[in-house]
Structures are given as C-alpha cells and as structure tokens.
C-alpha cells in the first residue's frame, strides 16, 4: 500500500520518491576569502568587513501585514524584527536573554513588577507623523500595553499594566509571577513603535512601519518585495549594508537559480528539489542546522466528523507518518516526529513517544466504523500554498482516501488567507507548522491552552482544563526541571486527545551567495541582519 500511494503522489506531482543521502549540518555562516565560520551561532571574524551593497533576501510566502500587532507568520517577522527593536532579546545561539532597548532590569520580590532602564540612544525612524524623535518611556508603555490588547497571537497576554517612573525608566506590572515574560518580550511582535505613526496611519501603519531598528522601511509591495535602507543612527551599530530587499518567490526551484544567477543573495525557508540543487552547486552554499519547529495536522475539535476522538484517532492510525516525511522531505530536509515539541526544548520528552498511535489501518477502520463512518466521509484540508504543504496534503488525501475511504478536498490559500480561515475555526482540518523558543510555553501555550482559542494557535479548539492546569501551574514556577515535568505531563494529557498529526521536525534550511558576511543562522529560524552580535555585509 506504501507504494501504490507514493507511486500516486509521484504521478500527481511529477517528483520521484526516491530519497537522497541525508543533509548534513552546516549551522554556521558564510565563507569567503579570508573568512570562516565553524559552529552554530558562532563565527571566526577574519579579514575587515566592508559597507556598502543590497542584500536580496528571497521569502517563500508573501507577508501580509507588516503591523506587530496584527502579524502571524514567520515571512512577516523576519521583515519586522530588523525594522524595529525589543526591550530585551534572545543572545544569537538562544541560550540567554540580553539587553537591548533596555540595558537593565530587576525583579521585584514578588516577581510580579519588572523594572526596566531604558537606553538614552534610541531614536525612531524619520515618519509622517514625528520626525525621527527620541524614544522615551511613554512609547515602551504604549507599545507593550498596545500589544498586549490587540495582539493575533497574543503575545503580551501575561501583563496588566506598564507604569512610567521617569523618561527613560518603566515597570511591568503582572497579575502573577511568569516565568516566560522576559522571553516572551523579545518577540517581533513586541517591538517599540511610536503612538503618532501608529494613530496617523490607522489600520495602514503595517505598510508604514516604524521602529527604532537597524533599517528603515522604504516601501512594502504586497506579493512583491519590502525594501529597507539604512537606519544611519541606530544604537547598536552602524549596519554595513546600504538596504535590504525581501523579495517573494514562492517557487523554490526559482529561488535556487536565482541564487546561482545572483537575482539573490539568500534564500530561506528552502525545500524539495532546490535543496539538491544548492546542495550540489559548489558556487553558492546550502545551510542546516536542526531547528526548533514541527508540522502538523490539525483536527476541528469542535464541529464535524473530527470533534469525536474516533475518527481523529483513526485519522492518526491510517496515516504511515514515517513515510510521509519521505515522500514530502525527499533532500532529508527534515526528521520524523510524534509530539508537539520539537526535540531542541528542553520540555522534549522523549518517554512520550510511545503514546503516540503508530500505523495501523485495520485499527483505524474500527474505529471510524465504531463512531459511525464505517463508509468514509467527506472533508477538506487547508494549507497554506507552499511546496511542502502541497506535496504533504497529496499524500495525505492518498492515505485517507486508501484506508478509510475518506475524500479529502484540499484546500489551498496564500498565507494570509490561510490564517484567518484556520484562526476562526472554519477548517475541518488544517496544517502548517510551528516554530518558536526553546520554552515549550510557545508551543504548548499557544497551541493547546484554551485561552489561546481564537487565535492562530489553537484555532481548532482545543480545550482541557487539566491540561490547561498544568500548562498554569508551569508559567508561575522558576525551577526549570519542575517546569519541564509539569511540562511533559500536559504532553502526555494533550497526546491523550489526539489533537493532530505531528509529523516533522524541519531544519532550518538557507541557500546563500558566498558574498554574504556574518550571516548567522539560528535554530528558530530567525533573520537578524544587525544586532550587537551580528552586523551582515557584502564581500564586493
């Protein structure tokens, strides 16, 4: 049966199934020269960067919204977090939280009041409504309550209020101790914008974006590029790149020839065939590195066939996930999984796996047969209009339609429209992925707490109050092993339900042009072009 499905999805997609030698991992940065790098998150800086050039950044998915408040996929992020800047962010190798907007801070006793020192160097980006001012406190409290109010992914929902102590000092007041609240601050979303550029252009400020980061927002053409330029007076260090253009191409094949042409100088997000394609081209380099992310298969929790544990645990049993990964990954761009943690959170237990149903289509005939589908039914499965997700829903569709003799309809959007359907719980079942810190607060919380309904995250409903206990219990408590048992118990509960399909651990996967200098590549994904670790240029 494993091969009469793949020999389908061959068919359907024109792709051989036959697997390549596994990647190996490179998680390094770019070599050129007289310069060369070695670890993750670490480089060897030999020979004097130079400024000057335009780095072209190709993305897989077109951002929608460049607004912090309102954005929810990785694509937007990467644009947001290099126009503006965090109280506080994560060191480049995700092993500690370091100052930035702020140079300091202390707990209160309670660790219930976080008091913040701001810098005094901080100005914002020229604007339509102020002309590059200095920052002070007043924009911290109105960006950190402004996000904490009005945030899509809820990213700020663990604070009351920000007081304002003097011009350059704040404190952070919580209902209860977090131990994720510094974490949480260094997200995108939380970056510090000025109240007169946010209230001047309404709803139209993500296309006018202001911060106070190393680059400044030129012009943002939806589906096409967001260009940025240099932000000559940024705190942390002159950026040796004149501007940087991200530039949608959504084809990966394209974005590997454009790389071997030099129409690009990077490209993320990488899958399928371009992955070879880099791979074997000495002229440009492919870098890997596992990353902190799985993919998933969601089920409706709340309305249709899916809302009975049934039919989600015979979902689960008639798909081969092993093989799945195979088919979808076939450069070795990713691992199999089982739970909803990645294997890089320090929450990962790996003890859990074997409660995870393993492939059985007999049983999973059983059961929807005992639920009340003994002859299938009919669904639709919503993604996202990327390679992977394309070449997973075909498979899937095979293996269901196969054993269960369920049709499943798929259902393809351009990101933004894919949101807001799964957000709203409007899909029957969907599918993306997700990627975050090593905390498995941003997974779990943001996935199964029922808090999280309605946003993004759990868009499908999810909703147990033991797990969400447990989930609780786990945010007020600092003892990072307590943390992780609680952690590993609301697992195993959230396993219990059959939520989904956790299927891979993705690497973080870039094509880069050996002109790019000081490209460090992190395990979430992230793009950082200058920060007071990083500062990229361009070897002319």
């Known amino acids: 049966m494993k091969k009469k499905i793949l020999s389908l999805v061959g068919m359907t997609l024109g792709l051989s199934l036959s697997l390549s030698a596994c990647s190996t991992t490179t998680p390094a940065t770019t070599a050129v020269g007289t310069k060369t790098t070695t670890t993750a998150g670490a480089t060897v800086p030999v020979g004097e960067p130079k400024d000057g050039g335009t780095l072209t950044v190709a ?224 002229s440009i380099k492919l870098l890997e590195m596992p990353g902190l992310h799985f993919a998933y298969i969601y089920f409706n929790m709340v309305k249709g066939p899916t809302a009975d544990i049934k039919v989600r645990e015979a979902l689960i049993r008639a798909l081969d996930t092993k093989e799945l990964v195979k088919g979808v990954y076939q450069y070795g761009e990713a691992q199999p999984a089982s739970l909803p943690l990645p294997p890089g959170s320090w929450g990962y237990d790996k003890t859990l796996e074997a409660d995870v149903p393993t492939y059985d289509p007999a049983a999973a005939k059983e059961l929807l047969a005992e639920a009340g589908f003994p002859n299938g039914f009919k669904t639709k499965l919503y993604i996202s209009n990327t390679p992977a997700r394309v070449r997973m829903a075909t498979i899937v569709q095979q293996y269901w339609k196969m054993n269960l003799n369920i049709d499943v309809e798929i259902m393809t959007s351009e990101w933004g429209t894919f949101s807001e359907i799964a957000s709203k719980n409007n899909a029957d079942i969907f599918a993306m992925s997700w990627t975050w810190y090593p905390d498995p607060y941003f997974f779990l919380n943001k996935i199964f707490h029922s808090t999280a309904i309605g946003s993004l995250g759990n868009g499908q409903g999810f909703n147990d109050p033991e797990v969400d206990r447990l989930l609780n219990e786990a945010l007020v408590i600092t003892d990072q092993a307590a943390r992780a048992k609680l952690y590993s118990q609301a697992v195993k509960a959230i396993i219990a339900k059959r939520p989904g399909v956790f299927y891979s651990n993705e690497n973080v996967t870039w094509g880069v042009s050996p002109k790019v200098q000081d490209l460090i590549q992190r395990a979430d994904g992230s793009i950082f072009l200058v920060n007071e670790e990083v500062n990229v240029w361009i070897a002319q």
């Open 59 to 282: 993305l897989t998915a077109s951002p929608k919204n460049l607004d912090p408040v309102t954005y929810t996929g990785t694509y937007e992020s990467q644009i947001i977090q290099n126009v503006g800047d965090t109280l506080v962010a994560y060191s480049m190798d995700l092993s500690k939280i370091v100052p930035a907007i702020a140079s300091s801070w202390t707990v209160s006793s309670d660790a219930k009041a976080y008091t913040f020192k701001l810098r005094q160097d901080v100005y914002f980006h020229p604007g339509t409504y102020q002309n590059g001012r200095q920052m002070k406190a007043e924009d911290v409290k109105y960006s950190l309550e402004r996000s904490a109010q009005k945030s899509a992914m809820k990213r700020l929902d663990m604070i009351t209020s920000v007081e304002v102590v003097n011009d350059f000092e704040i404190i952070v007041h919580l209902p209860e101790p977090s131990a994720v609240f510094l974490t949480a601050l260094t997200n995108s979303g939380n970056i510090i914008v000025p109240k007169e550029e946010v209230e001047g252009w309404g709803d139209a400020f993500g296309n006018h974006l202001i911060g106070t980061g190393p680059f400044m927002m030129k012009d943002f053409k939806l589906d096409q590029a967001t260009t940025l330029v240099r932000n000559e007076k940024y705190w942390a260090a002159k950026p040796h790149l004149d501007s940087v253009v991200f530039k949608v191409i959504t084809d990966m094949n394209q974005n590997a020839n454009a790389l071997r042409t030099g129409e690009i100088d990077f490209a993320s997000n990488l899958t399928g065939e371009s992955v070879k394609l880099i791979r074997d081209d000495q």
